[in-house]
């Protein structure tokens, strides 16, 4: 599975990005998706998770309520739709897939997206 993320940008705080991950492969539908973000001098960190279905989604409690990760298999996509974006949300981030039940764990994933930047200023 390949993967190539998009849609991040400068947003103000308070605004909205939807962040776009495309995957190449018969089998994405096999994986579980998640979106990762690593700020500069900190280690990379979870922010969302979706199941193989879109049946089960699991968020870091910094960003729950605030973002909705989805997917359409059908397109082999996954989205990030960031709502209320806060300065500490300015990040790195990054899609990526693993058939895994630790959803957080970042060793646990097989394939990764380049990343898109997020700055979200004050």
């Known amino acids: 599975v390949q993967l190539q993320a998009s849609g991040g940008g400068l947003v103000q705080a308070g605004g909205s990005l939807r962040l776009s991950c495309a995957a190449s492969?018969?089998?994405?539908?096999?994986?579980?998706l998640g979106w990762f973000r690593q700020a500069p001098g900190k280690e990379r960190e979870f922010v969302a998770h979706?199941?193989?279905?879109?049946?089960?989604?699991y968020y870091a409690d910094s960003v729950k309520g605030r973002f909705t990760i989805s997917r359409d298999n059908a397109k082999n996509m996954v989205y990030l739709q960031m709502n209320s974006l806060k300065p500490e949300d300015t990040s790195v981030y990054y899609c990526?897939?693993?058939?895994?039940?630790?959803?957080?764990?970042?060793?646990?994933?097989?394939?990764w997206g380049q990343g898109t930047l997020v700055t979200v200023s004050s």
């Open positions: 492969g018969r089998t994405f539908s096999y994986y579980g």
């Open positions: 990526a897939a693993g058939r895994t039940n630790y959803y957080s764990d970042v060793s646990r994933y097989d394939y």
């Open positions: 979706i199941n193989w279905s879109g049946g089960s989604t």
